[in-house]
Structure formats: C-alpha cells, structure tokens
C-alpha cells in the first residue's frame, strides 16, 4: 500500500533465486548477533549469523529453505524489528555462509574455541573468559589477543550469543584452526591452568579474584582500574534463548546490595581525582575526555583540591571514560575516575585555578565534541591510551621538525618516530602517527595539544589539530 521499501523488496525477492542465507538491511549500529537470533528464530533453526556492523548489515543462514522463505515473505508483508529497528529482508547471493575452518563442526576433535568478544565496553581479562566458561567445562589455557576488538582463543558450550556484562562484551564463539594453545606466562591476556608456576600475576592476585562474580572490571587496582565498583550484572532473563542447558551460575547471580550500577552507570557525571594542581585545567581535561564521548561540562571543586567533576554525553560515556582512563599517570600523577554521585554540573563556587584559568566550562556548543550524531560517534575508535597518537587535520604544509618544536614549546614530549599517511591530492589536510617513547608521554603530549590552533601564513582560520589514541603499537 504505498511503501515503495516493501514493494523494492518484494522485486529483489523475486530476482534473486531462494537461498537458505537471508540478507539483513537496516539494522540499528548497536545491534549484535543475539538480537538477530532472537527476532528471527520464529522462522526456523538458524544455522549460523555472520555480522556486517559496519554497513549495519548481516547475513542469517536458516537450517533449510522453507525457514528463509517465511523470513522473506514476513519482511515483505509486514515489518519485522530488530533491536527496535525495522530491519528489510532478501534472499542472499550465496547459499551458505563461508566459516573459518571447523568453525561448526563439533566432530572436528579440535579442543580450542575461538570467542570474538563484540561490543568490548569493559577489559575483558583471562579471568573474566575462565569464570563464564569454566562452569561448562574445564579450561586448560586462555589466549587473548587483540584485533578489531578482542578476541580469545579458548575451551566451547552453550555461550554463544550471550553477554558476558548486561548489554554489552557478548560472545560468539566458533572452532578455531589452532589445535592447542601456546602459553608463555601467566597474566591478564594469556593463562595457563596447567601450569601454576608460569610468571605470576602482579601482586600474587591470581583467578580466586572472579571477575564476573565479584567486581566491576574497573576494580583491577592492579592492571590500571582504579576504585571498587561492583559488577554489571548479567540479567536473568537473558535476550539469548539457549535451547539447551542454562547455565545459572553465569546467567544470574544476586546483585550486590551496595550497587550504583544497573545495566551503566548510575550518573552521567565522573569524578576526576589525582589531577596536577598547575598542569590540569578544564580544557585539557576535555582533550583527553572527549575521546570518549561528548563533554558537557567540567568544574574543579574548591573544597577537593585535584578533583574535578565532568559532566558526560550519557552514562555510557562515563563507562568508557571509567575503563579507559581510570589509574592512568597524567604529569606523573595517577588519575582516579569514577561515577559520581551528582546527576549534574552546577556552576556554583567559581575560582581561578594555579594557571589563571577558570575552574569551571561549558563545553556543550564547542565542535570538537566528537560524538554530536550517530555518523559522528561512529567514525571514533574507542581505544584505550597507547604510545601512538594518530593526528589529522593538519595543514599538508606542515613539516615533522616544526610539530617536534610544537611539542617543545609546550614543554611536552617529543615524538620518536613519524608517519605521514598518503593523502589525496585535492586534500586540505595531512594525517598520520606519532610514537613515543612510552604511553605516559603520549598522554601528556594529548592531554596539551589536542585541538591546538595551527595558524599558517596568510591564512584565514587556523586549523584544529585533533588527536586520539592509535590501533597500532608501534610504527
């Protein structure tokens, strides 16, 4: 009646031959493989989901033909939402859908699972993956490693599409190519269970710490988490239906008394503690907050010297803030992030700070707030703090000596090496990597240049310099 979406889809349906493999369009960016398993499984069996977060796209393989049929035909006749989100139906081009080698053979011999953790809001340590799978069946060895998110090759059950936290770090888990696991020491990203005299864990704090039954991740004192926060619960009614056995232990559990969690953080304000007195103002605390979601405003309080309070986008953004940046050294002192009990920022008893500077701004209507639409925040990589800086929005006039005697002036870091990425020759700007000497220098180096105004010779605005933390390790 009208919609030219559905009648769009109902001609592709017909030019495209019936394949058990369904492509899904129009999903939300949030969405992850559980809400698709659980829209669609009224369909019939599901075989296997491959996501195309991304292009918001993914493909379903149904067990047979006639399950893929009724999802066609469904999405033809009526809307069908997922995650809250129409979502639009066709037939795909393939007719199964490509795995990694024994990714779902069960009868492969292979011991070793291969879990892609999606959604990584919170650190996801060996003893995080030993506690949720343990109960299922006895892990050996746990190797993490980082790549488009983390992943962890590990030993597989009834997990697969379930959250590790409420909303989030959810798992898919397939057969990895690797038969067995090689561990060289014991620490967060790599664990041998069989071998207990492998280097251990800083301050003897093996696995009787239960990551998911104990704390909130940003606890690990330790691994550079700071205070104590109690856990994100799992909700015990889990969006993933395991046909099979449930496994409680995991699922559920009581929530401590003492929560201010539930499902994110309680407030969308933190609270900044261990700053410099004469080196940390509220514009540098933007530059290095902002990488992880809008700033509204900061306010240093008068009665707490050191501390400040920021006011975020949403809770979520304080989350990420929280596991990013909390117990990390700043002008060698150790910052404390946490969520504060306020639900606001009041601009109440303004000061000077050591620097001249106010203590209090209001970064709502500033454009170098990063996460102001959804295409936006999407082009951000939450990453956490590293030696490498990736820089961009940079005049191509400008030379590695003259953002060395940028640093110098500002009685910051140097880098150690430079690298310009090849620009498009009717680009304005320049981008590319610097690495420091350590991840304390990049910090600092951030935490003062972020957003600084390049001025060039007979132009008419200055550039803003933008920084962030890069994927790479090293150049």
Known sequence: HGCPLLTQDVDDAHRIAPSPVVHVRGLCESVVEADLVEALEKFGNICYVMMMPFKRQALVEFEDLDSAYRCVLCGTKEAVYIAGQQAFFNYSTSKRITRPTNADDPNSGNKVLLLSIQNPLYPITTDVLYTVCNPIGNVLRIVIFKRNGIQAMKA??????????????????????????????????????????????????????????????????????????????????????????????????????????MGHASSSV???????????????????????????????????????????????????????????????????????????VIPSQVFELEDGSSSYKDFAMTRNNRFTSAGQASKNIIQPPSCVLHFYNVPPCVTEDELLQLCKEHDVPGFIKFKVFDAKPSSKTISGLLEFDSKTNAVEVLTVLNHYQIRIPNGSNPYTLKLCFSTSSHL
């Open 156 to 261: 597989k059950a009834a997990l697969n599409g379930a959250d590790i936290y409420a909303g989030c770090c959810t798992l898919k888990i397939e057969y990895a190519r690797p038969s067995r696991l090689n561990v060289i020491r014991n620490d967060n990203d790599s664990w041998d269970y069989t071998k207990p005299f492998l280097v251990r864990r800083e301050r003897g704090k093996g696995r009787q710490r239960q990551a998911i039954l104990g704390e909130h991740p940003s606890s690990y004192i330790d691994n550079g988490y700071g205070s104590h926060c109690p856990l994100l619960p799992l909700p015990s009614n889990n969006r993933f239906k395991r046909s099979s056995h449930e496994i409680p232990e995991v699922v559920s559990y009581p929530l401590p008394q003492t929560s201010s969690y």
């Open 270 to 344: 933190a609270m900044v503690s261990g700053l410099h007195p004469t080196k940390m103002n509220c514009i540098r605390i933007f530059n290095l907050f902002c990488l992880y979601g809008n700033i509204e405003k900061v306010k240093f309080m008068k009665s707490v010297p050191g501390t400040a309070l920021v006011e975020m986008g949403d809770e979520y953004a304080v989350d990420r803030a929280i596991t990013h940046l909390n117990s990390i050294k700043v002008f060698s002192k150790r910052l404390n992030v946490c969520v504060s009990k306020q639900h606001a």
